[in-house]
Each structure stands twice: as C-alpha cells, then as structure tokens.
C-alpha cells in the first residue's frame, strides 16, 4: 500500500538571470520545507557554478551553457514519536540508594552541568540506521530537577513549547536549591540492566520549602521487546517528594511541539517512559526529482563520490567524505529545521526560530554533518535528455526492517542543469525532495513533498529594442563591461504613476543606474561613485513604457547586481501609512501633475 | 607364476610417475597445455607538456598532447586533452570545492592488424603531495574495451589508475579526469600520465608503454 500526501505545498521561485560569461562562483541557494504530523522533509539548493561555452569535450556540458546545482533532501520522521508514561505506586528500581558520592556535581542555585553518557541515547528520536547523528553523548544536568539534550538552560521555571529549553528530561522542575542536598550520577553498565542514574538528593525546593528526593534512570537500551532501532526507556523515580504547586515533570521533543506533563498525585513513586506506546514512522527512501519545463535543456545526475552522498542511506561503503561539501546546500533554516512546526513558520517567524535551539542539526554542526554523509551507491538514478521532462535519484534507507529502518536521512547529489539554445530561450526547473516514510497509522507507505523553482530568463537586452519586459520585483542578473556591459529593462508605468528602483552592484563593483522614457532619452539617472547603490525615485509623465538600464562602465568589472523596483502611487501609500481620507492637497502640493 | 607383493607395488609406483609426465608431455606437444607466453615490454620516450599556471578563474585551454607507437602490425596512442583550467571555483561545486585545477580528457586506443589487444591500464602519477586526482568515469566513453578497475583516485598524492579489457580490435577509452591542486598557487606540479597498452601477436604478448608527462609551472619558477 502507497499513499501521497497532498497537502498544500509552498514552492519557492527563485530567479537568476542568464549570465553572459562564466561565472566561478555563484552561492545563492533556495530552500523549502514541508511537514506534517509524522514527519517533514526538505530541500536545500545551492546555485553553484555557470558554464558559458564551456569545452566541447568535457562532459556533462560538451560545450553547452548550463548550471552546475548542489541539492539536498533532508528528511525526519521525529514527529510521529510519542511517549506514554505509565505510573507505578512503587520505585521501580531500589538497587542503588542515594546519596551517590560516584559522581558528585557540586552545583549553585540555578546551575548545571554538561556531563558525557556512557552510551549513546535515543530521546525523541531512534537508533536506527547506520549513522548515529541523531543519538545523544551528553547530557545537562540542571540543578532545577532537569536534563536537558540540546541547551544548558537553568531556568527555575519549569517550560514547555517551542520556547527553548527543548528536548528536555524533567522529572521535578521547580526552583531548587541544592545547598544541603548532593546532585550527583551513576553509571552501571555491568549489571543485567545497564543504566544511567541522576539523582537529586535532599535538594530544597524554595516554592514549598520542603527538601525533595527523586531521579531519573536512562536504561541503556529500549525494553519489552521492542526493535532495537526504539528510543531508550527511562524512568522517573521518586522516593521522597511534596509536589509543589509550581513543579511539574515535563518531557519534550526537539522543537518543543511534542511533550508530556503534570503533577503526580503522592502516591506516585514511579513514571515509566517505556519506548513510544505506537512505533515511529519509519524512512524508507528518499528521492530528488527534477523536472525541466522546456525541452532546449537537459538534466545529468552526478554519480561519483564526489557528487552524490547520504546519511542513513544504503551504502556499500560507511567512509565518510570527510569534507563539508553539502554545508551550503543545507545551512538553512528550512533544510535543516524540518519539523511540522517549521513548516507552519513563515515570513519572520522563521528569524524568531533560528534564535531556538530547535533544529535536528544545529548551525553550528552543519559542516560536520556534512563531512559524515557517505558515498551512495544502490541507486535509482535517470537523467533527462531533450525531449523528456523528469530527471530523479532515488535512494533506499539503511535497515532491512522495521527493526532498524532510520528516523533522520539525507541525500545530496550534483545536479547539471544544461541549455541547448543559444541564449535566447527562458529555462526553469522544479526541484522536488521526495519523502517516503511507513506509517503505522495507516500500516502503508506515505510519501511527502517538497519543491522550490528555479527560473533562468535569458540575459536582458543590450538596448531599448531588445529590453526585457519586467514587472514590480527583485532581479538578479549579471553584467560583465568586457562582453555584457548594458542590461535594459522595460516596464509599463501609468501616468501619475511613481517609479522607486534601487540597484546594489556585486563587491568591488561600480555599476550605475539609468531611466529612459520611450523616446530613449534619460529622465533620471544614478551615478554614485564607488561599491555604492545607486536608487531613482520617478513619476511617470505618461502611460507606456519606461526603460531601465543598469551599465558596468569600468573595464574588468563583473558580477551579479541585485534590482528591485516598485511601481506605486504616492496618495495610496500615504492613505496606507497615515491612515488618511484621500487628499488631493497631497497629490497636487507634494508631486504637482504636469498638465 | 604370480607377481610378488613387492614387484606389484613397485609397478604401480613408476606407473604412478610415468603416467602423469607423459600425459604432460602429451598435452604440451599437442599444443592444449601451453607455457606463459613470453612477455615484451617496449616503453616509448615520454612527451612533455607545461604551461604556467593561470591567474584567470576559468581559462579555456584546448590544447593537447599525444604520444604514439606504430609498428605496422599495431598502433597504440595515449592523447590529452587539456580543457579548463579553473581558478578558485565554487567551494560547494565538486570536485574542486573551492581548489584550483585542470579538467582533462585522457584518450587511449590500441588497433591491432595481426594478433589481438588483451589489455589497457592507464596510470596517472602525481609528482608532488599536493595534488589530488579525481575521476568521471560516468562519462566514460568505451570503445571495444571494457573498464574493469578504477582504483587509487581521490587520496592527495596517490597514484591513480584504470583499467580495461579490449574486445575487439579497434578499441579506445576515453576518461574525463580533474587535476585539483592543493597549494595556494606557490607550488609547480607534474603528472605523469601512463599508457600500457597489451596485445598479444603469433603467441608473444607485448606491452607497450606510453608516458605523457604534463607540467604546471608557477609564473616566478617560469623567471617572471
């Protein structure tokens, strides 16, 4: 059984314009992300290189103009990870008794500390697959009554949503104070059931002023049976507790959109966290599609180690690549969040989620997730030649079973984007990150999706006659003064109409800024000296077409400029602004009309 | 008058050495049991090529260089075609990642007019630590061979190699290959690039050796 999703899916246009010469370095990327309950896959697309008649030997351009494009699928099935705790009237297990002197943490009011586990732990995630990013080496132990996998938070106030602190263990978080107290941990690895303790021992809870007594136990490894690939079980324990009204035990995921929590009646010595009550969405393939809307271009997928690599994906080989080549494919938000919750961030909600520690991979560790994706080499591969619209690599997940099936994958390829004509045609190409994943809420195989478009309009014209027709936007084009010094634009302004247009040049570049009417003639201009913007601000004399041109006047200048105009009408603005009733005396007094 | 125990066990025994060595000797002169062919290795003077290296970030150079062997009973060739020199590339883009370096095509071919080809192996030999060699073999383009091994590329200063069994006589290989350059331009560098070309003639196998070598010159080691 197979089912697509078919939730409403944001695609991303982005637009550059067809360079004229070869350009090295590009680095613009595009990104997109979706999720839903279970799980959420997303694309990162880095705009490398441009080829303009390159070598007719080398290959996959033969001398034909085209992109050379890093993509990445990044896929997660966190979201379909539940826990159920189940309570016990008595301690689960009383082998050790605290105080523990093993491992003394000699920690203040409102402190912590980071300390290493002694084996690798799956909380809100899973041991499957062959790489183990995902799996936890150390933990925070906050002197508050809480663990924490992600942060080194020490809040006394006990928290849960996306606000960070995430990814936490709390089995009583209140405001403590440990003078008086021992926090301290133990590791017993040698027993039948290897385990991690932390215990706070006669630790001052100063909401109710009683001194409290409990623990967390990490056991090594997922119970009752279940798969290896379950998160490991934990357990809650108190011995001597008076809840205050402020305490709460709390576990949360990575981005705080899934927790439990609550205050426990007396009677409650144990809360057992056994692996999720229903089993996590399991991956199972992970695709990049490609698919070209003309048929003067070709698409070619890299096959060599160099160009196309996973994590969690069947490999022949676990040798790493050692190098962060798919870093800036995947440095993004939206790449690397990939959480229901992302998926329902837009706009500057997305700035406000970076400040969180809520992505699967951090910023700061993207390079080394990148060096340790592997090599793929079972592989499901086509290109796209003229006549044929879709190009695809599909990857099968690491495991065998359910009982290792991955919850965390990537695939990364390098991507040839070739153009047959001879710079006169426009070329766009949807990128689409292909997640298919089991779901054991519907026992079959579902699949989910993610796009982002890449438009490639032809160079603008080098004058009037041969402008690009625009509208209100932002562009992204190249000029070189050696083979491409002109771009002319064309656009239609209404009489009254006014026209805002700013231009910013590439580094170390001095480019200026022209506006014609239809007679050709200049009506305005910008010509600051220097790495400057240039912006011109016009109302339109008439109804009809206006042209802009932007012109790299120095020789061995070069680069891609950013344009962005605004066609507007002043009265609007200002209504939207003040709030005002239509005023002609602003019109007429500020930007008197010409009869 | 029977045969005695011993006699009996003595006869088995020179049977048991005479067998063998006749049936041997049988094989050999009727031709089924064959010795190793003799082997004949004819290595050709190498051909050089350099330039200094660019400052430009994307050169087309175009040139190329060829070394041949004729004999009238077999041609063997080994050309390079030297593409693109690029200049701090994209450091997403592989295989340079932000290095310097030079695409090349490797051509090899071997027609054989008496006999049969066996065999071509390219090696391609840096000449210094700091440069790495990788491969596009998905762009391989084979002609009457088969590419058996590839082996040795990726790994900063390894000698690298392929190889092909030739089916069918004319045969030719061509290989896309990057010369990526690890030092920040104060470096020469040399690559030596090796045919062994194989084909076996009235029962006698000759391997035929061919080098390229290829140069990069810093402009100062050129006496700017």
């Not at chain 1, 710079?423 to 579902?446: G, M, P, R």
Request: aromatic content about 12%; some cysteine; glycine content about 8%.
């Amino acid at each position: 059984m197979w089912a697509m999703l078919t939730a409403p899916v944001l695609v991303f246009p982005f637009e550059i314009e067809r360079p004229s010469w070869s350009v090295s370095y590009i680095g613009r990327r595009s990104e997109n992300s979706f999720g839903n309950d279970e799980a959420a896959v997303g694309i990162g697309v880095h705009i490398g290189e441009y080829k303009e008649n390159p070598d007719p030997v080398i290959g996959p351009f033969f001398g034909r103009d085209g992109f050379a494009l890093r993509v990445v699928c990044t896929a997660n099935t966190r979201e379909g990870i539940e826990y159920s705790p189940e309570p016990l009237d008595t301690l689960y297990d009383d082998t050790f008794s605290p105080p523990f002197y093993e491992h003394q943490l000699n920690l203040g009011d409102d402190d912590g500390a980071w300390v290493n586990l002694p084996f690798q732990v799956a909380f809100y995630t899973s041991q499957g697959g062959l790489q183990s990013q995902s799996l936890y080496s150390k933990v925070w132990i906050c002197s508050n009554g809480f663990l924490c996998f992600d942060n080194n938070s020490t809040s006394p106030n006990p928290k849960y949503g996306p606000e960070a602190p995430n990814t936490i263990m709390a089995p009583y978080w209140s405001d403590l104070d440990p003078s008086g107290g021992i926090i301290s941990y133990k590791v017993d690895l040698y027993s039948f059931a290897p385990k991690f303790i932390v215990s706070w021992y006669n630790v001052l809870d100063k909401k109710n002023g009683i001194r409290q007594t409990f623990e967390v136990i990490i056991r090594k490894s997922s119970e009752g049976g279940a798969p290896p690939r379950f998160p490991n079980m934990f357990i809650f324990q108190y011995r001597d507790v008076t809840w205050s009204y402020e305490a709460q035990f709390i576990i949360e995921n990575q981005v705080g959109s899934k927790h439990n929590r609550g205050i426990l009646e007396p009677s409650i010595k144990s809360l057992l966290f056994y692996p999720p009550a229903s089993p996590t969405p399991a991956i199972q393939s992970l695709s990049i599609k490609l698919e070209k809307q003309d048929s003067t271009a070709e698409i070619f997928i890299g096959t060599q180690y160099w160009e196309l690599s996973g994590v969690n994906l069947k490999t022949e080989t676990m040798v790493p690549i050692g190098e962060p080549w798919y870093e800036t494919a995947l440095k993004g938000c939206r790449t690397l969040l990939l959480s229901y919750l992302l998926s329902t961030i837009t706009g500057s909600g997305i700035l406000l989620a970076i400040g969180t520690d809520i992505f699967v991979v951090g910023l700061e560790t993207v390079a080394t997730y990148s060096a340790a994706m592997v090599p793929v080499s079972t592989v499901n591969k086509k290109d796209a030649n003229e006549t044929e619209n879709l190009a695809y690599v599909s990857v099968p997940a690491a495991g065998d079973d359910h009982s290792d099936w991955p919850v965390d994958a990537s695939l990364g390829a390098q991507i040839y984007w070739v153009f047959n004509d001879n710079n006169t045609l426009d070329h766009s190409l949807k990128i689409t990150a292909e997640l298919t994943y089991f779901s054991y809420k519907t026992w079959q195989n579902e699949t989910i999706t993610t796009s982002v478009n890449l438009n490639v309009p032809c160079d603008a014209g080098n004058d009037i006659a041969t402008s690009r027709k625009v509208s209100s936007g932002e562009y992204l084009a190249y000029l070189d003064h050696d083979y491409d010094k002109d771009d002319y634009y064309n656009i239609s302004v209404s009489y009254g109409q006014y026209v805002e247009i700013i231009m910013h040049p590439p580094n170390d570049a001095n480019f200026d800024l022209y506006l014609y009417n239809k007679q050709g003639t200049i009506v305005a201009q910008s010509k600051r000296s220097g790495n400057q913007f240039e912006d011109i601000t016009y109302r339109a004399l008439y109804t009809g077409p206006y042209y802009i041109r932007v012109n790299a006047p120095l020789g061995g200048v070069r680069g891609f400029y950013t344009l962005k105009f605004l066609i507007f009408l002043l009265e609007v603005v200002l209504l939207s602004v003040f709030g005002m009733e239509h005023n002609t005396w602003l019109t007429t007094t500020l930007c008197p009309l010409p009869n | 008058m029977g045969i005695s125990a011993r006699n009996k066990w003595l006869s088995i025994s020179l049977l048991a050495i005479i067998l063998p060595i006749s049936t041997l000797a049988a094989l050999k002169f009727s031709g089924i049991l064959r010795e190793p062919a003799p082997l004949e290795t004819i290595t050709r003077e190498s051909v050089s090529w350099s330039m200094s290296r660019p400052s430009d970030s994307n050169v087309n150079i175009g040139e190329e260089v060829w070394n041949t062997h004729i004999n009238g009973k077999a041609t063997i060739r080994i050309g390079v075609h030297i593409a693109e020199y690029k200049e701090n590339p994209d450091p997403v883009i592989g295989p340079f990642f932000g290095r310097d370096g030079f695409i090349f095509v490797v051509y090899s071919s071997l027609s054989v007019l008496q006999g049969a080809g066996v065999s071509m192996v390219v090696r391609i030999i840096p000449g210094d630590e700091n440069a790495t060699m990788y491969v596009k073999s998905d762009l391989a383009i084979e002609g009457n061979v088969s590419l058996t091994e590839i082996g040795g590329f990726n790994v900063k200063g390894n000698e690298a190699y392929y190889k092909a069994k030739v089916l069918n006589s004319p045969s030719h290989l061509g290989m896309q290959l990057y010369w990526v350059f690890n030092d920040p331009n104060n470096e020469n560098h040399r690559l030596d690039i090796v045919l062994e070309a194989t084909y076996c003639e009235n029962g006698i196998y000759r391997k035929i050796v061919l080098p390229i070598i290829l140069q990069i010159l810093i402009v100062n080691s050129l006496g700017n």
